[in-house]
């Protein structure tokens, strides 16, 4: 019961959800690498703008996966959304996660649909603009985010997500599950989690007050249980808010594998 653990470095603007500064991103692989973290997702406004081969050389050269590409940022600085009544920008939109795609390519990285979907829009033209998205590129997943009530109109769920994706009908299109959201909108966390089963794509971890794992009040352990339940392999990224301290971020991996191993040794006493 081990996932490929990474943190968020953004590369052009800030986030809040990282300790980070764009500026520093370089170092700042150094120091995800050291804290023990196996990989990152990286905070990309506009791919078209970036050196691809300079980030890639400096994940090489730290040994760091490219676990997946966050895109919201594009919401909040330019006003792009998938599901936008305006034909100009939600091709605009559609256009810059298709440049995400082409960025993640080379990794095998999962695209992130977050609040780039839109805070709210039409939910007719957010399957069509999913649909012309993933079949630019089959090989790319995408993985849905359900953000909850506050953030957004659309898409609040696992259960919001499975309808969404049966509508869109790609196999590259699954889900991202955010423990921060998940907190506020799902009747239960773990069964949630089973319920997206083989279409969980990403996951994110934060507390119920959006800090490091560990400093509110979210049992984590059903999480841990219904990953591993569902087969779950791939990336587990922090995004809390860097609170109660950078430091407490960095120092994550050391507790959460701690945890992880509790877990699995309780999985294994109930089934001696």
Not at 70 to 89: F, P, R, V, Y
Not at 143 to 169: F, I, M, Q, S, W
Not at 186 to 194: D, L, M, T, Y
Request: net charge negative; charged share 20%.
């Amino acid at each position: 019961m081990a996932w490929p653990l990474g943190m968020i470095v953004p590369l052009q603007d800030a986030t809040p959800f990282s300790p980070f500064t764009p500026e520093g991103w370089r170092e700042a692989l150094a120091q995800v690498k050291a804290a023990g973290f196996d990989g990152v997702e990286l905070a990309i406004t506009n791919p078209s703008l970036l050196d691809s081969s300079a980030v890639a050389e400096a994940l090489t050269t730290e040994g760091l996966q490219l676990l997946s590409i966050t895109t919201g940022q594009a919401a909040g600085l330019e006003g792009l959304s998938l599901a936008s009544k305006d034909d100009n920008i939600r091709h605009r939109a559609i256009d810059r996660i298709q440049d995400h795609m082409r960025f993640a390519e080379p990794w095998d990285a999962v695209v992130i649909i977050g609040s780039l979907r839109g805070a709210d829009g039409n939910a007719s033209l957010l399957v069509e603009a999913l649909r012309i998205c993933a079949r630019s590129n089959p090989s790319i997943r995408l993985a849905l985010e359900p953000l909850n009530r506050y953030e957004t109109h659309l898409v609040h769920t696992t259960t919001d997500a499975l309808h969404l994706l049966d509508k869109v009908g790609a196999e590259n299109l699954g889900v991202l599950f955010d423990t921060f959201h998940a907190n506020i909108e799902e009747p239960s966390i773990g069964e949630a989690i089973h319920l997206a089963g083989d279409r969980l794509f990403h996951v994110h971890l934060a507390d119920s007050n959006r800090w490091v794992p560990g400093h509110g009040h979210t049992d984590f352990s059903p999480v841990w249980h219904a990953l591993n339940g569902v087969h779950y392999a791939r990336g587990v990224v922090l995004e809390p808010l860097p609170l109660p301290t950078k430091e407490a971020v960095l120092a994550s991996p050391g507790a959460l594998h701690s945890a992880w191993k509790h877990a699995e040794a309780t999985r294994n006493d109930r089934h001696a």
